[in-house]
């Protein structure tokens, strides 16, 4: 097979590689030369196709894996960090990534067998989910079946990607940008570099991951705390709103997400997608005129398809969406818990 490769100039690439059964199609794997040999932005899904795939880009880009010398992960999804433990073993390559992404990697590593599932039951009963939803979950922990989430055997990274640090990358000036929000840890990096062509309006190249796309806006629910106490102090549409702000006003010359492709006018992109959470709040809170439980409330919501057309998996990711949205209301004071209410039910204040 032909990879898909892109030269981004000034010893930066993009290997799209494939996520099977997604409709996201590929994440772009960027590949950064730097003195010490080449540097991986996230790595992809774990698959051999996608593997095939990874190897022969990095080929195309004029190196070899073995060669590879560290590897960046934006942040701790499956189609971002799925296959560093493969490319750490054939090249001795280090991993890194921020430290609330590797804390939720060694509680997923670490989870007991069932301990998922009982997590995500009594999450979805107390956001009001309907015995029919919660029916599946209770089966399959029953039958011993689903007791651990994706990514139990992901790989811990070996180094922190602390905020706001210049990467130790010889020959570059990469810095770390915490971006929080799609996940506690993730973090976009920024190539502190003159454009290659020299572009005006900003100033070098973001690698955004998932927190900047051109087309989409990036999945904000609950982080995953499956030990935790539901982290009910936690906001991260709150975290994730700030963080947009943060990187707007790095103004980027050009952005290289891991989605869809590279684009320009990072500000004008910002502002959508502030203003895209801001009439979703506004929305819900019209919504909460009536008292509603995260279950109600999401079934009420406008989504890219009726309620009834959501595949089961989906609805219980967008619970979490709603769920997000709800804690950021309530930060606010534009919502309020219903004092009293089992489940727990939100109005509007
Ligand atoms: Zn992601
Ligand atoms: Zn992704």
């Given at each position: 097979m032909t990879p898909q490769v892109t030269?981004?100039?000034g010893g930066v690439w993009s290997i799209a590689v494939p996520i099977p059964d997604n409709p996201l199609g590929h994440t772009l794997v960027h590949l950064l030369e730097t003195g010490r040999g080449p540097v991986l932005v996230d790595t992809g899904w774990d698959d051999p196709d996608s593997w095939d795939t990874l190897v022969a880009g990095v080929g195309a880009c004029g190196f070899a894996v073995n060669d590879l010398h560290g590897v960046l992960i934006t942040h701790h999804h499956p189609d971002h960090h799925g296959l560093s433990g493969r490319v750490r073993e054939v090249s001795g390559a280090w991993i890194a990534m921020h430290a609330a992404d590797t804390a939720v990697v060694r509680r997923t590593r670490e989870a007991a067998p069932g301990q998922w599932l009982d997590h995500?039951?009594?999450?979805?009963?107390?956001?009001?989910?309907?015995?029919?939803?919660?029916a599946p979950l209770r089966e399959a922990r029953a039958?011993?079946?689903?007791?651990?989430?994706?990514?139990?055997?992901?790989?811990?990274?070996?180094?922190?990607?602390?905020?706001?640090?210049?990467?130790?990358?010889?020959?570059?000036?990469v810095r770390a940008v915490w971006t929080p929000g799609h996940t506690p840890g993730h973090v976009c990096l920024h190539l502190e570099e003159e454009h290659p062509s020299g572009r005006a309006g900003g100033f070098g190249r973001l690698f955004s991951g998932d927190h900047l796309l051109p087309g989409i806006t990036p999945h904000i629910g609950l982080y995953e705390d499956p030990e935790g106490d539901g982290g009910e102090a936690l906001d991260p549409l709150g975290d994730y709103l700030a963080s947009l702000e943060r990187v707007g006003r790095l103004a980027p010359a050009e952005v290289l997400p891991a989605?869809?492709?590279?684009?320009?006018?990072?500000?004008g992109r910002v502002r959508e997608l502030?203003?895209?959470?801001?009439?979703r709040l506004s929305q819900l809170r019209e919504l909460l005129r009536e008292p509603r439980t995260p279950w109600q409330l999401s079934t009420a919501m406008e989504w890219n398809r009726p309620w009834e057309q959501i595949p089961y998996a989906s609805r219980t990711i967008a619970v979490t969406e709603a769920e997000a949205h709800l804690r950021r209301l309530v930060k606010l004071g534009r919502a309020e818990r219903v004092a009293g209410s089992d489940p727990v039910r939100y109005q509007a204040v």
């Open positions: 030269d981004h100039k995500l039951t009594a999450r979805l009963a107390a956001a009001g989910a309907p015995d029919a939803h919660l039958g011993g079946r689903g007791g651990r989430p994706p990514g139990r055997g992901a790989a811990l990274p070996d180094r922190d990607i602390a905020p706001g640090e210049l990467l130790d990358l010889p020959g570059r000036r989605h869809q492709h590279a684009f320009t006018d990072a500000g502030l203003a895209h959470h801001e009439a």
